[in-house]
């Protein structure tokens, strides 16, 4: 079925994106919790999302958020996407 095949394909980008994350992550010697904080924001999630998805204040998101911003040396979010954009060779639609 040629919309199971487009799901499956569709998978497995999403699995390699998440892949090219972790290795971001790693080259930038991001903490586990730096690293989950890293990967919601590079989806696009808000603050208040990643707070609630993790089960952390919202400070504590924004500290490891700046933390992650010092360590991969960004200055705001629009950077961090960029940079993540141009590692994982993912096309802007």
Request: glycine share 4%; hydrophobic share 40%; charged share 25%.
């Amino acid at each position: 079925h040629p919309m199971l095949a487009f799901a499956g394909a569709v998978a497995q980008e999403a699995s390699k994106r998440q892949e090219a994350l972790k290795l971001f992550a790693a080259q930038h010697d991001l903490t586990p919790r730096e690293t989950d904080v890293f990967m919601l924001l590079a989806e696009g999630n808000s603050l208040k999302h990643i707070a609630e998805t993790l089960v952390l204040s919202e400070n504590t998101v924004k500290r490891h958020r700046s933390n992650v911003y010092q360590k991969v040396q960004v200055g705001s979010r629009q950077d961090l996407l960029d940079l993540v954009r141009e590692f994982t060779g993912a096309d802007e639609t």
